[in-house]
C-alpha cells in the first residue's frame, strides 16, 4: 500500500508545528505521513471503544482519540496517532493540561484496521510501539470480528465473540468483543 506524505522530510519541530487540518498525520522517518481516512465501521468501533474505556477510566487516567504520541522509533523519533491511546494519572499526571503530544508512552493504545490495511502491518507497528515503552497494543479487525491483544513483542491473544478480555494491567476492566461490537452497533 502506497501511504501518502507530505513529501518534504521534516523535523519532530517542523511536523508538530503543521497546522490541524481535515487529515490526520503520523510522523515516521522524518516525514508527515497520512493516515487512512476512516470509514464507518472504523469510527463506530473508534467511538464504541472509546465511549467503553472512558467509562472505566474515569479517576484512573486519561483515555482519547486520535492524539499524537512522542516516541522513538529505530532511535529516530517517531509520533503515531494511534486510534484510541489510555495513558494513567502515574504516567501523566492529572494536572497535566497543555494542548500537546502525549509526551509520554501510554499503558494501551488502540488501532482499528481498515479494509486496505493488512494485520500484518500492525504487527510491525506493535513491535514498535512496545520497544518505544508502550505496554499493550490491541488491534481491532472489524472483518473479523475479533481483537488482537499484543501483551508484548512475542506474546499475543486473539479474541472473538464473547471471550472475556481481562488485563491485571487494567484492574477492574473487562469487555468482549461481542459487547465492543455491540456498542458501536454493527451486531
Same mark, same amino acid.
Given at each position: 500500500? &502506497? ?15 503543521? #497546522? ?14 497520512? %493516515?487512512?481516512?476512516? %470509514? ?6 473508534? @467511538? ?5 474505556? =472512558?467509562? $472505566? ?22 509520533? #503515531?496517532?494511534?486510534? *484510541?491511546? =489510555?495513558?494513567? =494519572? ?5 494536572? $497535566?493540561? @497543555?494542548?500537546?503530544?502525549?509526551? &509520554? #508512552? ?8 481498515? #479494509? ?21 497494543? $490491541? &488491534?481491532? /479487525? ?6 488482537? &491483544?499484543?501483551?508484548?513483542? /512475542? %506474546? ?12 491485571? *494491567? ?18
Amino acid at each position: 500500500m &502506497v501511504k501518502a506524505t507530505t513529501g518534504n522530510k521534516l523535523t519532530l519541530e517542523e511536523f508538530l508545528a503543521l #497546522p490541524e487540518g481535515d487529515i490526520n498525520y503520523e510522523f515516521v522517518d522524518g516525514f508527515a505521513v497520512a %493516515k487512512v481516512s476512516p %470509514k464507518f465501521f472504523h469510527s463506530a468501533l473508534q @467511538r464504541a471503544l472509546l465511549f467503553l474505556i =472512558y467509562a $472505566w477510566s474515569k479517576g484512573k487516567g486519561r483515555t482519547v482519540a486520535e492524539w499524537a504520541i512522542l516516541l522513538k522509533r529505530q532511535g529516530k523519533d517517531w509520533a #503515531p496517532v494511534p486510534d *484510541l491511546t =489510555y495513558i494513567s =494519572y502515574e504516567r501523566l499526571p492529572k494536572s $497535566w493540561q @497543555r494542548n500537546e503530544a502525549c509526551p &509520554v #508512552p501510554p499503558e494501551l493504545v488502540i488501532e482499528i484496521i481498515s #479494509p486496505d490495511q493488512m494485520m500484518k502491518e500492525f504487527e510491525e507497528k506493535a513491535k514498535d510501539y512496545f520497544e518505544a515503552g508502550v505496554s499493550r497494543v $490491541w &488491534v481491532v /479487525d472489524p472483518e473479523a470480528m475479533s481483537m488482537r &491483544v499484543f501483551l508484548s513483542v /512475542d %506474546k499475543r491473544q486473539v479474541y472473538t465473540d464473547d471471550m472475556p478480555i481481562i488485563d491485571e *494491567l487494567f484492574p477492574g476492566l473487562e469487555l468482549t468483543v461481542r459487547q465492543i461490537f455491540s456498542e458501536a452497533e454493527l451486531i
